[in-house]
């Protein structure tokens, strides 16, 4: 049992107590979850990033409405933010929160049903008035009716307690009374021991011309750590000890921080300037955040008029000889495939970045799904066959970045990179590469005529990639036009000819099958499982945590995940032969079992979830089951 | 080689080229007796007064019977998709400052379906030289009418008449703000070389409407504007610091509305000499070059050609490379360096 104080230079509130015993935990998940003005995404993050320097492994899911605003304490405008936190490594952010933070009555109602008995619940009792019981539904106050009669609830008047806090500090109610996310903060890291210092850090930093919401902010923190250790509500507190994660250097990041990272280490390691053109879009609008920040290693970055120009405009720049990028969600990759097929057409390298968000239309733009994989493979007019890929966790956006623009730089080719709202906002720690490490991405321009009597032939191929000659505008001698017009093969002059056709379009499939992408490994401890489960993407995460659950319950199962949608690995065809079942799941209708189906001739078992949300372990571990105790 | 004539403001090589060695191996496919063709050879012909290698200059086009226009210049060149090209330009012009970028465009493509880029690239002044075509029909897909083709045109497409209202494109430039906008005709190539010569020399956007004649599907359409007889007479030239007033005779000026906001065409003899208005093309509002662009009867009486606008402003190109230039100033450290320092920033932590 280890004696901790209240935090130092403040004095506690209230009297003084003796310090609380520490219990001691292998793993939370905690969903803190408010209105959605209530700052949950910035609470929940900081909560992540206290976490973070403790050493525990961490996986973060946060979950919003479309709305910026939507009605106050209405179900809808219900936003959370979940992270999950071990002393070993995870895989998910957890299925079933252990602890809620329920800001007031439409939280506690829109997460009630995810706890299970025995869980903690802490809520803003403030904000349980008649009203706004009503609003959501409640006839009766449930802090008051018994039906919470199972789970261990804290009720706090949050609100009231950080307005009193900070009567002394000269900041308007309304300030006072918006920092009780912080209290809360507080609350929390105080029950979990978290550090606290980096928050502090934050708070001056976030409102460094603000000063008196800085000192708002980091009272009502302090009030909050302080409640905790002083208030009879809590008789315990909590430590949960690193994991024991691989030696390195570590920061939390989420998929859409990494994966911008990923395509600034590529324009560095291919020493090529990084030409970003983006229209704004969820979830994929913080990877043009990001990178607007980096123009001192030379980055620029376009906010263009439509997805259209922005898709473009990087055509463009990777015509002149630029790492060029554009990056969006499904609807933007629906209006870019015309461009796509032209960079396609001219043999350029393009990175186009989809974040999947759940479709069709507008859908559920705040929502995760993987439904654009067909769209990616197919969704163009003509024989139009690019690369595709996906990361699998939000760390692994960095190292897929990087692999996206390796395969469009060395192939001359689009590269479709399949990210996705879970892996884009979720967060999880990431070993920091080391530089000396990331591959040589350099390409070597045209600089000579390639044919006969000093011409230049554009499309006079790499036998080994079948790419053509990157030739740039401004090279003396080259000058040659380029267009979306059927080319002769090897000269580039437009040609009508059928059998040059034929030949040109059986050509462009082969470029993409030259790719060489490694082998698909598969995880199959003791060789004795006759179930593959075989997933893509952003399903890494759930189905390897699944999977660790069956082996513990006694089955054998394994698992291969594809980074590679096209061209799909050379070895993946013997492996899915290997097992009786393969399992395929998906957050769409089936779209790879649609794939391997059809390429394979190998059925599979698919399993399909479209609710806008990751799957769950445990939801995982059942359907596997099923199949595993069926063969 | 004059100052004006640098390339985004990258220093000018001088180059000695002729007509020829823009004339590209294609053999050019537009129907006999096309305006493309005088333009081509226009262009041809101006381009060695650029004093350019060819290496540093590109076409880009689109899609229609003009955009086929890289192909038959030995520049580097790109022909696009349909309305596109001024985005994919951008790109292009605002990651390569040595290059000069030219747009070719047509009515359909940079009005209709490619509308949204091109008044997007005008009122970024991305550094573009833009000819649009404009023959006020759709060619290549043989004939349906076009965004500025007459009200009322009877085409394959609107049997009945067109019920839309056409654009003026030089009104459209110049509600974008465009800071270079102007006129000419492709048979008139001493004509169409002097705004070109002007358009090269202008930082920015420059767009250049081209009345462009497609003798199969809407043949005649500027013959008044072209024949000796009728063109003086309709035809208004603009010059820079010079008095509007033409006419065989001199016999119509542009004066100020009175108690309006326009200009309007007056007899001559009737406005006394200090009212003639003065062209001027570097009048910073553009309401005066857009009621100058308002001026045409529906049978193209007093169609003014020239430049309408030459204004200075900071174009995209340099405000975007400079905010990158102003931000690499205070780095010391090599690209991997400042790599590494980006991939620790934040909080991290270490474990052994």
Redesign the interface.
């Known amino acids: 049992m280890t004696q901790v104080s209240d935090i130092s230079g403040e004095p506690a509130t209230g009297a003084r107590r003796a310090a609380k015993p520490v219990a001691r935990l292998e793993r939370v998940i905690i969903r803190f979850a408010g209105d959605s003005g209530d700052g949950m995404q910035l609470t929940g993050d900081r909560f992540t990033s206290e976490t973070a320097q403790l050493g525990n492994d961490i996986s973060t899911l946060p979950n919003f409405p479309a709305e910026i605003r939507a009605p106050a304490g209405t179900l809808p405008g219900v936003s959370s933010f979940q992270v999950h936190f071990a002393e070993y490594d995870i895989l998910t952010p957890g299925d079933k929160p252990d602890v809620l933070v329920a800001m007031n009555p439409a939280a506690l109602k829109a997460n009630i049903d995810d706890l299970e008995p025995g869980a903690t619940i802490i809520v803003n009792t403030d904000e349980f008035t008649p009203r706004n019981l009503k609003k959501v539904g409640y006839a009766a106050n449930p802090l008051e009716d018994g039906s919470l009669g199972s789970y261990h609830v804290h009720g706090a008047a949050l609100a009231s307690m950080t307005i009193d806090a900070l009567a002394v500090h000269e900041v308007s109610k309304k300030d006072a009374e918006r920092a009780k996310n912080m209290f809360a903060l507080g609350l929390l890291s105080w029950m979990y021991s978290r550090p606290y210092e980096s928050t502090l850090r934050f708070l001056e930093r976030k409102f460094a011309k603000r000063p008196d919401l800085v000192t708002a902010n980091i009272a009502a923190f302090k009030a909050g750590w302080n409640f905790g250790e002083t208030t009879e509500s809590f008789s315990v507190r909590y430590e949960v000890a690193p994991a024991p994660l691989p030696a390195g250097t570590y920061r939390n990041i989420t998929g859409n921080a990494a994966l911008a990272l990923g395509l600034v280490a590529a324009s560095v390691q291919s020493e090529l300037p990084l030409f970003l053109g983006a229209y704004p879009i969820t979830p994929a609008s913080d990877i043009l955040h990001a990178l607007s920040r980096h123009k001192d290693l030379g980055v620029v970055t376009m906010q263009a008029e439509d997805e259209i120009a922005a898709v473009g405009a990087a055509v463009g720049a990777a015509y002149g000889g630029a790492l060029g990028v554009t990056t969006t969600s499904g609807p933007g990759v629906a209006l870019k495939g015309e461009t796509i097929s032209l960079a396609l057409m001219l043999e350029l390298p393009l990175v186009i970045v989809d974040v999947q968000r759940a479709g069709p239309s507008t859908g559920l733009p705040t929502k995760t799904e993987q439904a654009d994989l067909h769209m990616a493979l197919f969704g163009r007019h003509g024989e139009a066959p690019v690369a595709v890929i996906a990361p699998r966790s939000p760390a692994d956006c960095f190292d897929a970045a990087i692999e996206a623009c390796r395969i469009a730089l060395t192939h001359r080719t689009p590269v479709i990179l399949l990210s996705d709202n879970y892996v884009a906002n979720g967060s999880e720690p990431w070993r920091l590469p080391e530089v000396a490490d990331l591959p040589d991405l350099r390409v070597a321009f045209a600089t000579e005529p390639n044919g006969p009597d000093g011409t230049f032939l554009p499309y006079l191929r790499d036998p080994v990639t079948l790419a053509r000659p990157w030739a740039v505008p401004g090279t003396p001698g080259l000058e040659h036009r380029i267009g979306g017009l059927e080319k002769a093969d090897k000269t580039g002059a437009i040609s009508y000819d059928p059998a040059n056709h034929d030949h040109m379009v059986r050509t462009r499939a082969a470029r993409i099958e030259a790719i060489r992408v490694p082998d698909v490994e598969v995880a199959d401890p003791g060789a004795a499982a006759r179930v593959l489960v075989l997933g893509w993407g952003s399903t890494y995460g759930p189905i390897g945590a699944a999977c660790r659950r069956l082996r513990q319950g006694g089955h054998a199962v394994a698992q291969a995940h594809l980074r590679h949608l096209a061209p799909l690995p050379g070895n993946l065809g013997d492996v899915l032969r290997r097992y009786d079942k393969v399992v395929v799941p998906e957050m769409n209708l089936g779209q790879l079992s649609t794939v391997i189906r059809a390429r394979y001739l190998v059925d599979t078992v698919p399993y399909h979830q479209v609710r806008g949300l990751p799957f769950t372990a445990a939801e995982l571990e059942t359907a596997l089951l099923e199949v595993v105790a069926d063969v | 080689m004059s100052e004006s004539t640098r390339v985004n403001g990258a220093a000018p090589v001088p180059v000695t080229l002729t007509m020829k060695d823009f004339k590209?191996d294609?053999e050019v496919r537009w129907c006999p007796g096309c305006g493309d063709y005088a333009i081509l050879a226009a262009v041809q012909g101006f381009l060695p007064e650029l004093g350019i290698?060819?290496?540093?200059i590109?076409f880009?086009s689109g899609?229609g019977c003009s955009s086929r226009f890289?192909?038959y210049?030995?520049?580097?060149?790109?022909?696009?998709?349909h309305g596109?090209a001024p985005?994919?330009?951008?790109?292009?012009?605002?990651?390569?400052p040595?290059?000069s970028v030219w747009v070719i465009t047509g009515d359909g493509d940079a009005l209709s379906i490619g509308g949204?880029?091109l008044i997007?690239a005008l009122r970024r002044n991305v550094n573009l030289k833009i000819l649009l075509f404009n023959n006020q029909i759709y060619g290549l897909t043989k004939g349906q009418y076009s965004p500025t083709s007459e009200a009322g045109k009877i085409t394959k497409s609107t049997p009945a008449g067109s019920a839309d209202a056409p654009f003026n494109p030089v009104s459209l430039a110049l509600g974008a703000e465009a800071s270079f906008v102007a006129r000419t005709i492709d048979s008139d190539r001493r004509h169409l070389q002097s705004v070109l010569r002007a358009a090269a020399a202008h930082p920015g956007s420059a767009l250049v409407e081209i009345y462009q004649n497609c003798n199969i599907f809407n043949d005649g359409a500027f013959e008044p504007l072209k024949d000796a007889d009728t063109r003086d007479d309709f035809l208004l030239r603009l010059e820079h610091g010079r008095p509007l007033v033409f006419g065989a005779e001199g016999q119509w000026c542009v004066a100020r509305t009175a108690g309006g906001f326009g200009l309007e065409v007056r007899p001559t003899e009737a406005v006394a000499e200090a009212d003639i208005v003065v062209h001027d093309t570097g009048i910073a509002d553009p309401s005066y070059a857009f009621a100058l662009s308002r001026l045409p009867r529906p049978d193209l009486r007093h169609t003014p050609v020239g430049v309408f606008r030459d204004v200075p402003r900071p174009t995209y190109d340099d405000t975007?490379?400079q905010?990158?230039a102003?931000?690499?100033i205070?780095?010391t450290s090599t690209?991997?360096q400042?790599?590494?320092a980006?991939?620790?920033a934040?909080?991290?932590?270490?474990?052994?």
Do not use: F
Request: glycine share 4%.
């Open positions: 590209s294609q290698a060819r290496e540093k590109v880009l899609i890289p192909y210049l030995n520049t580097y060149g790109m022909h696009s998709i596109r985005a994919i330009a951008t790109g292009l012009s605002v990651t390569r040595d290059l949204n880029h997007h975007v490379r905010q990158v102003e931000a690499r205070p780095v690209p991997r400042q790599l590494t980006l991939l620790h934040g909080d991290t932590w270490t474990l052994t």
